[in-house]
């Protein structure tokens, strides 16, 4: 009887997405911007991260962390995007329960990561313009790498305890998510169990970690601002601007962290928008903010463009 029970209990090999939308018409329309961000998102990473490799000059710590954020960004944007696109050419969109959980465990891999390195980015930002002349002192590259192995290190045990917290509770139907991806609040939703407890986990560690970093980083840009309200000239503008853009990438990707991770698992209607925001469009916004608007990055994407026309000549 026992062996029939847990059986019973996780007979859900499969879930059905419900996708971004049931119109035919609309599904296509959003497969093809959909399509138009994902490529832009990663041609113009790997572009970045080819650009600050091939450039000795941006061998800096704000680039090296540049790097790591926009190859992180063009894994979270491959997680999900890919998947939803093809699941628009079919009517009823599955996925396996191992391919769910594989997808939740890159998911907030990436995710956590990027929180992480953003808050990061906000410490180097604040050393570089607050202390300039212990910037290389205190940033150098053994502090940046010890950061760097760090911030992974904690994604990865952030990852690997929301994934277990998935795994370990029964499935025995129904298995709709209202989503076009798999995450931990609309999977446990669907849970044969009192989830109350995983659900305070997962408000307590990743709603935790979103509001803090997002303190902290709020903190880190407020005492920039204060240290340069006196110092108006051009590289104090140029400071502002930088710390104007990160604040930004900031505000949109720990806004939806917050939005999702920091109330109990409900599925509302604006979770659809919220998330297809943040798994393809501010992907795509991290190069436009930071580097196409940047002098020294536009500089070297001209310096490696000219470099490969004189090889095909």
Request: hydrophobic share 50%; net charge positive.
């Amino acid at each position: 009887m026992e062996k029939a029970i847990l059986i019973n209990q996780t007979s859900v090999m499969s879930f059905r997405l419900t996708g971004l939308s049931t119109n035919p018409k609309v599904q296509m329309a959003i497969f093809f911007i959909f399509l138009i961000f994902y490529v832009l998102t990663l041609v113009g990473n790997i572009l970045i991260v080819i650009t600050i490799i091939q450039d000795h000059r941006l061998h800096t710590p704000m680039y090296f962390f540049l790097s790591n954020l926009s190859f992180i960004d063009v894994c979270h944007s491959t997680v999900t995007v890919p998947k939803m696109l093809s699941d628009t050419f079919t009517e009823e969109k599955l996925i396996s329960f191992n391919d769910c959980v594989v997808q939740i465990f890159f998911l907030h891999l990436f995710a956590c990561t990027e929180i992480f390195l953003l808050t990061v980015m906000a410490y180097d930002r604040y050393v570089a313009i607050c202390k300039p002349l212990r910037y290389m002192t205190i940033m150098n590259w053994k502090v940046c790498m010890v950061l760097g192995g760090a911030m992974w290190t904690a994604g990865t045990i952030h990852s690997i305890s929301f994934t277990s917290l998935t795994i370990k509770l029964p499935y025995c139907g129904p298995n709709e998510i209202d989503s076009f991806f798999c995450d931990v609040p609309q999977v446990i939703e669907l849970a044969c169990t009192d989830t109350r407890i995983t659900e305070i986990l997962v408000v307590s560690n990743s709603g935790m970690i979103s509001m803090v970093c997002f303190v902290i980083i709020v903190v880190s840009y407020a005492v920039i601002l204060v240290s340069l309200r006196q110092q108006i000239s051009d590289g104090k503008r140029k400071a502002l601007s930088t710390c104007a853009a990160h604040l930004t990438v900031v505000t949109l990707f720990l806004g939806h962290c917050i939005f999702i991770y920091s109330r109990p698992a409900i599925s509302l209607p604006e979770d659809k928008i919220v998330s297809a925001f943040f798994t393809a469009i501010t992907p795509l916004l991290n190069p436009i903010i930071y580097t196409f608007r940047n002098e020294d990055m536009k500089s070297a994407l001209k310096k490696l463009i000219r470099r490969n026309e004189g090889k095909e000549k």
